[in-house]
């Protein structure tokens, strides 16, 4: 496999100057000789005005790959002005941080339930080499790769957690993204590219099944709610119970327990305020 060499050229400034000394100085020369020593100079002249052709202008977070007949010479990676060799075929390569946003993908999760799901992921290059020659266009690379991470992603995981504990697509964003990040930048460290982030941007259930997943939802939302009060309520009349027997303030029997306990789960569990009823007798009444 190929990897990146890191090649400097020559200071592009000097070299400009010396050759357009040389295409100022070389016909001066050739008006005062003849013969053989003219056919010497216009090959010079040629070499001088393909030597132009080396010049190269690095710019900042951009790169070169230089080639020559076929052959990988390395990559200019300092920015600036630069002259190589003019025959190379010189190809950019931006090590700019860019990002690819998918499309909305409908894939079935974990459960077997359509959903739309859709990502952004943050990356750049940093292996020339294994971008430009390991792949045929290493932009369409990251494309294609990315969105085939983001459906895998997508059908190991349910929309929903059921199960506590459970890692959900809904419900566990930084685990879900983490796990997206490594799976891209595992398919994408052949192409020479580094994923620095990636995360969910869209996710939703299809429009055919979106209304009954949010009744079920709203049911599962009410179930939670119920039994948290269910738990509180027992809770307090437990300790009502505690208090009056160890205050002694009121003996009951069990049936008497059974009728407070009982009143009492229907006042805190009702979803409605209670009327108070006022006993004008006595409690046995």
């Known amino acids: 496999m190929l990897k990146e060499r890191v090649i400097h050229g020559l200071p592009g400034w000097p070299v400009l100057f010396a050759l357009v000394a040389a295409v ?3 016909p001066l020369l050739m008006s005062q000789l003849d013969g053989g020593l003219i056919v010497a ?7 001088v005005f393909a030597s132009f052709f080396g010049l190269t202008v690095v710019n900042p977070n ?3 790959v230089v080639q020559l007949l076929g052959l ?6 300092t920015a600036g002005f630069w002259w190589v060799n003019p025959f190379t075929m010189r190809r950019r390569v931006s090590l700019r941080v860019r990002n690819f946003e998918s499309a909305r993908l409908k894939v079935n999760d974990h459960d077997g339930n359509p959903i739309e799901i859709a990502a952004v992921v943050v990356w750049r290059v940093v292996e020339t080499a294994e971008a430009i020659f390991h792949v045929d266009d290493y932009e369409q690379f990251v494309h294609v790769q990315s969105e085939a ?4 992603l997508a059908t190991s995981y349910p ?5 506590e504990g459970q890692l959900s697509l809904r419900m566990s964003a930084g685990e879900i993204n983490q796990r997206l990040r490594e799976e891209v930048e595992e398919r994408l460290i052949k192409a020479g590219v580094h994923v620095m982030e990636a995360r969910l941007s869209h996710l939703a259930y299809a429009p055919e099944i979106a209304s009954a997943m949010l009744r079920r939802q709203q049911a599962s939302a009410i ?12 809770g307090m009349v437990e300790m009502a119970l505690d208090l009056l027997s160890a205050k002694q303030v009121v003996e009951l029997d069990e049936e008497r327990k059974a009728t407070m ?3 009492l789960l229907v006042v805190l569990c009702s979803d409605r305020d209670a009327q108070p009823v006022v006993n004008a007798g006595t409690l046995y009444q």
Request: net charge positive; hydrophobic share 50%.
């Open 24 to 26: 100022v100085a070389i």
């Open 261 to 263: 306990v009982s009143n």
């Open 41 to 47: 100079l216009i090959v010079v002249e040629l070499f």
């Open 149 to 152: 991470a983001v459906r895998n």
């Open 223 to 234: 179930i939670a709610a119920r039994q948290k009060i269910v738990e509180g309520a027992v």
């Open 72 to 77: 990988y010479k390395g990559t200019i990676k």
């Open 159 to 163: 929309y929903d957690a059921h199960e």
């Open 62 to 64: 951009e790169a070169r």
